[in-house]
């Protein structure tokens, strides 16, 4: 613990004109003659601290003195940088804020960024992220409720394995103990989570991959066509898709799914483009969107 809070300080130091006693030992919970001691430790090491008197004094490192640089480049650093500080901001993490701060130590003096990177979410509590995330790392065993794609709910109990960002979404992965298998579960469906005590112990999981790649086979090609008032909203929605454009301004779309017969999340997209979309591969696809049209309307008859 001594030595972490050398590393941190020596760190804090560089990144900062100078910080008093008191202020570094508030946020180490140690008192005041504990951070003397550690300085001292510190310019025996041969940091070369500067102590400053008077009401704004305190300690910072001697002007123009930098650490090694050659460990990472500056692109590299400032990446680096880019994803933790969007990390420590979604869990509120203390440890990725203090890497950022040895990273800034070895980082250019100057540097405007090129990249920006958002985490956050509007349909995950982040709560329930960091929740999660201390389970995962405490291997504690959670309870919620999850309401599936066919919108079934359930009580569901798992070992957490790991989180991932993934589609805009949030997703936790681990073993499900309800349905003993390695499930993936959306956390904006997750409903009343409850991080107990109990735990459990390190095992081999199933690789993402593999379930994965068990998909491929039942994936099949859904073709629409866009007209030109939905292109941007269709594009937002399957970007990474097989696209044509037409002379008249519309759009083909060639988008695989695993068993769209079923994805009723496919089907609120193409409801929500209205008139500007309509599916022409697979028929009964086309059958099924007519349907729930045809349903929607029932509920405004009398308007």
Not at 255 to 263: D, G, H, N, Q, R
Request: glycine share 4%; net charge negative.
């Amino acid at each position: 613990m001594k030595l972490e809070r050398l590393i941190s300080i020596i760190y804090k130091l560089l990144n900062h004109e100078v910080l008093s006693a008191s202020m570094l030992a508030e946020e180490f919970q140690v008192s005041p003659r504990t951070i003397y001691r550690d300085i001292e430790v510190i310019c025996a090491a041969g940091f070369p601290v500067v102590s400053y008197q008077g009401t704004n004094g305190g300690y910072s490192m001697m002007e123009g003195y930098k650490m090694d640089k050659s460990l990472l480049g500056s692109y590299d650093i400032n990446s680096l940088i880019t994803v933790l500080r969007s990390l420590s901001t979604v869990f509120k993490d203390e440890r990725a804020q203090g890497t950022i701060e040895r990273l800034q130590a070895i980082g250019p003096e100057h540097h405007v960024t090129s990249l920006s990177v958002d985490l956050e979410t509007r349909s995950t509590e982040p709560e329930a992220l960091r929740y999660l995330r201390t389970a995962i790392s405490e291997r504690n065993i959670v309870r919620f409720d999850y309401i599936n794609a066919k919108n079934e709910r359930s009580i569901r109990e798992m070992e957490p394995l790991r989180l991932h960002f993934k589609y805009r979404n949030w997703y936790i992965y681990g073993l499900c103990r309800t349905r003993r298998e390695y499930r993936e579960f959306r956390l904006s469906r997750l409903l009343n989570l409850f991080v107990t005590q109990d735990t459990f112990q390190p095992h081999q999981e199933v690789p993402l991959e593999e379930v994965a790649l068990s998909w491929k086979d039942q994936t099949e090609d859904v073709v629409i066509r866009v007209r030109t008032e939905a292109l941007a909203e269709a594009m937002d929605q399957f970007h990474l898709v097989e696209k044509q454009f037409h002379a008249d301004g519309s759009m083909t779309m060639r988008i695989p799914v695993y068993k769209p017969l079923e994805a009723r999340w496919l089907w609120s997209i193409l409801l929500s483009f209205g008139s500007g979309a309509e599916v022409l591969e697979p028929l009964p696809l086309r059958v099924i969107i007519k349907d729930q049209l045809q349903n929607a309307l029932k509920l405004y008859e009398d308007v």
